[in-house]
C-alpha cells in the first residue's frame, strides 16, 4: 500500500521534504469494516489548514498521518454488510491506494448515472459549498449582482452558475487569461483577470450597480477591490481565503480594520462565515436533487484538472494552491 504522509508541518508553502512516501502491507478488514483500492482523490484548499497546528475548524492532522481527503474508492474485500466487491464507494481514505473504512462511512455511488469523480467536485463537497454558501447566507436575487473568485475552481464555477440560474448576474474573478475566457464561456456575465493591473477599476467598470453578494474565496487584493463596492445591505458569505494559507505573517501596512466595520455598520452589510457541513443536514438532499438536475439538463457545467499517479499529489496540491489547477482538482490513482 503506497501512502504519502505528513513528514513535517510546512512553514509556508509546502515542499517535497513536508511529504513521506512509504509502501506499507495492504490491510485486511475488520468485522464491520470494508477494504478499498482508491480509484481518486481530491485535493482540496483546506488540506493546507489542517497540516499546521493552528487551531481552526477540523483539528490538524498529527506528523506522521497519512494526508486526508475524500477519495472515490472500489470495494476489493468486504466484512460488512451491503458492500460486495466491485461496488464503487465516495470514502475519506486519503493520499494511499488502499484503505480500511467502516460501513457506515461509506456513501454508494452509481457509475451509470453520473461520472463516478463528480462525488468529488460539482456534486459533491465543493458543489455543496457553493449551494449552500449561496443560497443559505448570500441569498442572491433577480438583476442583483454576485461577485465570486476562484471562479473556475470547483466551488467559484458552481456559485457563479447558480447565481445565474436564480436571475442574478454573474461577475467571475479567475487568474489569467485563459481562465477568463473559459468564464465567459460558462455564461457569466462578466470576468476578470485578478493578475492583471488595475483590478480596483476594472472592477469597478465591470460592476456598475455595485455589489449585492460576494462569495469569498480568496481574500486579499480581490477582497480589498471588492469592499468598497458592496451596495447597501450586501451579503459575504465567507467560505475561504485561499490567498493566505499559506501565510506565514500578518500583511504589513495600517491596520485596517477600523475602516472595515466602519462600512459594515455603515452600509449594513452581513459578513457571515461558514462550514459548509453545518448545512448538510438541513440543504443536503436538495442540493443533490438540484445539482443532478442542472448538470444533467447542462446548466451547470464543471472541469476537472487530474494528475494521473498518487506520487505527483504533492506538486498537485501546491500546484492548485497557487492557481495552476484547472478546474476541481483530482488525483488518479488506479
Ligand atoms: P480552487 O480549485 O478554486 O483552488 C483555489 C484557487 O484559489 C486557485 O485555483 C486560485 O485560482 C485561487 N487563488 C489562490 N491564490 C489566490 C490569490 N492570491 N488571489 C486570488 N485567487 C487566488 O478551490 P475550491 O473551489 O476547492 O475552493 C475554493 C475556496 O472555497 C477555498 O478558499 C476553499 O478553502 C473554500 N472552501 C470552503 C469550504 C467551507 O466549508 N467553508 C468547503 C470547500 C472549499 P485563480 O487561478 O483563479 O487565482
Redesign the pocket.
Known sequence: NHRIRLAARPHGEPVPDDFQHDVVEVPSPAPGQVLLRTRYVSL???VRGRMSDAKSYAAPMEVGDVIVGGTVSEVVESAADGFAPGDTVLSYGGWQEYSLEPADRLRRLDPSAAPVTTALGVLG??GF?AYAGLLAIGKPQPGETVAV????????SAVGQIARLHGARALGI???ER?VAHLRELGFDAALD?RAPDLAGRLADAAPDGIDVYFE??G???WEAVLPLLNEFARVPV?????HYNATSLPEGPDRSPQLMQSVLSKSLTLRG???REFVPTLFEDFLRDMTGWVASGQVQYTEDLTEGLDRAPEAFVG????R?FG??LVQVS
Open positions: 482540496d484548499p483546506y463537497m465543493p459549498t473568485a476562484a471562479a473556475t475552481g470547483p466551488v467559484g479567475a487568474g489569467g481562465k485578478h474565496n480568496v486579499g487584493a480581490v467560505c475561504g481565503l485561499a490567498a461558514f462550514i459548509q492548485m494552491l497557487h492557481g489547477n476541481k482538482t
